[in-house]
């Protein structure tokens, strides 16, 4: 029979009568005719709880008994959800990340998923059982210690377990009908869009749009697992929701499908530093080692010998930053005046595949921003997106703008 994975995240689960609206859903793909794998978050704000209940007893504490403690929530959806189906007359059974195995590595807390053997699933399903109810965000490392895939990681268990079964689809039910063009809190003219591609996708996860795990988006493309984004508190669950898909299979792409923010961005610039060669390296080797996510870099004209570098980095690695490159600078390998963190910006992007064929994008964005008075601090670009840092007050104004400019609540 077809296989089909069901992702229910947190909210969707969120309490008793919840899991029972979403084990119907169940049973409709059931009855429809299709094995289904069910992935489920844990209730939500359980994860949350449990990572205070970890920080508290032990601030230093061991990753492994942290996997322990975190996975757990995930146990408690997949027995529910299971019951919940037998209750139905849907022979179901749960099984925790161990049991399936969904081996991993050992970098508990962000593990990765090395191999989903598929037997001990397919031996029930065999044998007559419809629905395989699996505790998302976790697996079990080589060591036999339980392992958690990193907040969020319940999306990648799914497309993971999509791609393992050959699954016809991998619906993630969540709280949200689909990927918007920006987010409808910001503008309240964001769109819902019926098909987004892989890369676009992958962009918007990563720039902070947070509907699905940037992993499960790069795991999903890589497969070519198709990604179905619909909600779980909408009655309709047919043709609603939004498509993640490879380019080939939209017909015409968007110059620009979607604008992103990130608020928490700090904008941090090394005053004059030697421009020599290396220097880049010595700058960003002794960063990446300290676990620094640096962003957008930008090396200024020099004068004399020397030159300011900027770059971007989420505001909570600020002290991370600013500790290894005085380091550095202990130890001779840089050399600056001084090192400014501003942490009052936001980063806007526009997002599409369309761009790579198109013109003038770039032009019109900064065009629109200009218009309302909006200062750019640093850019950046890529093939399919162009991104600027600017002061956070202005944020919204830029997304709501940016939205207009590119006509993105009209349909294509
Ligand atoms: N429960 C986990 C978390 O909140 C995993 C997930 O829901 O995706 O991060
Ligand atoms: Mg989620």
Redesign the pocket.
């Known amino acids: 029979m077809p296989v089909l994975v069901m992702k229910f995240?947190?909210t969707s689960v969120a309490t008793l009568d919840r899991i029972r609206r979403a084990a119907k859903r169940v049973g409709v793909e059931v009855a429809k005719g299709y094995d289904v794998i069910v992935i489920v978050?844990?209730m939500s704000g359980?994860?949350?709880k449990l990572v205070g209940y970890v920080g508290e007893t032990s601030p230093l504490y061991d990753a492994r008994e942290y996997d322990a403690v975190?996975s757990s929530?995930?146990n408690v959806t997949a027995g529910l959800m299971a019951l919940t189906l037998q209750e139905m007359d849907v022979p179901a059974r749960s099984w925790q990340g161990w049991q399936v195995p969904v081996q991993t590595t050992s970098a508990h807390s962000a593990a990765r998923i090395e191999d989903i053997p598929t037997d001990n699933i397919n031996v029930k399903f065999a044998e007559g059982m419809r629905v395989a109810v699996v505790a998302?965000?976790q697996g079990v490392s080589p060591e036999g210690r339980i392992t958690?895939?990193?907040?969020?990681?319940?999306?990648?268990?799914a497309v993971a377990f999509a791609a393992a079964f050959d699954a016809e689809r991998c619906d993630i039910y969540t709280d949200v009908d689909g990927v918007y063009t920006t987010d409808p809190r910001i503008a309240d003219k964001a769109r819902k869009l019926d098909r987004i591609a892989f890369e676009e996708m992958l962009e918007l996860a990563s720039l902070g749009a947070k509907v699905l795990?940037t992993r499960s988006v790069e795991l999903a493309m890589r497969y070519n697992v198709k990604l179905r984004v619909l909600s779980s508190f909408e009655e309709q669950s047919d043709a609603a929701g939004t498509l993640v898909c490879s380019e080939e299979e939209i017909m015409e792409s968007n110059v620009v499908s979607g604008i992103a923010y990130s608020r928490d961005e700090a904008k941090m610039t090394l005053i004059s530093v030697a421009d020599r060669p290396g220097i880049a390296a010595a700058i960003f080797g002794p960063l990446s080692e300290a676990g620094v996510n640096v962003d957008m870099i930008v090396q200024n004209i020099s004068e004399e010998g020397r030159t300011d570098m900027t770059f971007s980095c989420p505001t909570d690695q600020v002290l991370r930053a600013e500790k290894a490159l005085a380091a550095a600078k202990e130890r001779g390998d840089i050399n600056y005046h001084d090192l400014v963190a501003d942490t009052n910006v936001a980063k806007v992007s526009a997002v599409g595949i369309g761009m790579r064929s198109q013109s003038g994008v770039a032009a019109k964005m900064f065009k629109t921003l200009s218009d309302d008075g909006v200062n750019i601090k640093v850019i950046a670009t890529s093939e399919i997106k162009i991104s600027v840092l600017i002061d956070r007050k202005y944020m919204e104004l830029a997304v709501q703008a940016l939205h207009d400019a590119f006509e993105l609540d009209k349909t294509a």
């Open positions: 995240g947190g978050s844990a359980e994860t949350n975190v929530g995930e998302g965000f958690t895939l990193g907040r969020g990681g319940s999306d990648t268990t795990q």
